[in-house]
């Protein structure tokens, strides 16, 4: 009966990246490469893309949370934990990726998570986009060439969830859509979410 301590990742980093002026104006052709800086946001910016619900609801059962930003300044504290969580933290840096693929029990609660590289200017509170995600040239998809993302990138896609399952992979599990709207309506998903993340 030990105690079972899981850690979620919230994705600011994202919120920051889908923000007006960012890395999606990019990606449209409104802006040019100046979007692809952008400010780091906080957990109070969160919506349908960084995973909104997700947090709440994780929050609400009571789970501890640090920002990708707090991860980034101190990616050894994921050695206090027994289980890392990631929502829809689609862009990370290179000390978050090297952390967290190195922990022994990640679970993906979203697909696409770990897609992009940023790096981060402290002194301006910023991100940039490094690497993935067409940038910087359109072969790249995953800027990490991550095989676990790449295998469960597709899922992104499916965001009813009516054939959800956790899907192991090396050194965790991943759930096969993107449970953004199911995840306040979905009673048995939400069960299942409350009893996976605390054994």
């Known amino acids: 009966d030990e105690e079972v301590t899981p850690l979620v990742i919230i994705p600011t980093f994202t919120a920051s990246a889908y923000a007006p002026l960012g890395f999606y104006d990019y990606y449209a052709e409104r802006c040019g490469e100046e979007c692809l800086t952008t400010k780091i946001l906080t957990k109070e910016d969160l919506d349908y893309n960084s995973s909104a619900n997700g947090f709440k609801i994780l929050d609400l059962l009571g789970y501890n949370s640090i920002s990708d930003l707090e991860l980034h300044k101190n990616p050894n504290i994921l050695n206090n934990y027994d289980k890392i969580i990631f929502l829809h933290n689609e862009y990370i840096t290179k000390e978050m990726f090297n952390a967290v693929t ?24 910023e991100i940039t986009l490094i690497k993935g995600h067409g940038f910087p040239n359109e072969s790249i998809g995953n800027g990490f060439d991550y095989e676990v993302e790449e295998r469960f990138h597709d899922y992104e896609y499916d965001s009813v969830c009516l054939d959800w399952e956790f899907i192991e992979f090396e050194n965790g599990y991943a759930l096969n859509c993107f449970p953004e709207q199911q995840i306040f309506q979905n009673a048995v998903l939400l069960k299942a979410l409350n009893i996976s993340f605390v054994i």
């Not at 190195?102 to 679970?107: P, R």
């Not at 940023?118 to 301006?124: C, F, S």
């Open 102 to 125: 190195s922990h022994n029990n990640i679970i993906f609660l979203y697909p696409n998570a770990i897609y992009a590289e940023v790096e981060i200017n402290l002194d301006q509170n």
